[in-house]
């Protein structure tokens, strides 16, 4: 079995080529894959309101992490995984430090970097750029 793919502007194409010579071509459109991304990026922002959302947005991030290789969304994508990850690392520093009362400036720090985590995300997205450039 091999499978190939190809990027282009609108879409996603992925060619899938059997034992038996059979090949099976699936295309995704890279509109879809944006808007994915845009309802990631607001998944982590209600997340500072449930936390849960975050749950489901780093669990959509690596089920859907192959289908974005090779366009400007795999860099946001991992922008957004470095976010939860380092996140999750800053709260529980916070909570830890709590006793001695620097958990709470460490909570309202990861709460500014987070809006700006996302803002930057969004508005990135928005202009169809990758995070890293």
């Given amino acids: 079995m091999l499978s190939t793919a ?45 936390g849960i959302t975050a749950i489901a947005a780093i669990i959509i991030n690596y089920i859907k992490r192959e289908e974005v290789q090779g366009t400007f969304l795999a860099s946001h994508f991992r922008w ?30 990861a709460a500014i970097w987070l809006v700006y985590r996302l803002v930057k995300g969004v508005l990135n997205l928005n202009d169809e750029k990758p995070m890293y450039h």
Avoid: H
């Avoid at 992925?14 to 509109?31: F, G, Q, S, W």
């Fill in 6 to 50: 190809m990027v282009s502007d609108r879409a996603i194409t992925k060619a899938l080529i059997m034992d038996n010579n059979t090949v099976i071509i699936t295309e995704k459109p890279i509109n879809k894959l944006t808007q994915l991304t845009l309802i990631i990026y607001i998944l982590y922002a209600l997340s500072v309101f449930a």
């Fill in 80 to 109: 957004q995984i470095r976010t939860f990850w380092y996140g999750v690392l800053w709260c529980v520093i916070g909570f830890i430090t709590m006793p001695i009362l620097v958990g709470f400036i460490i909570w309202a720090a």
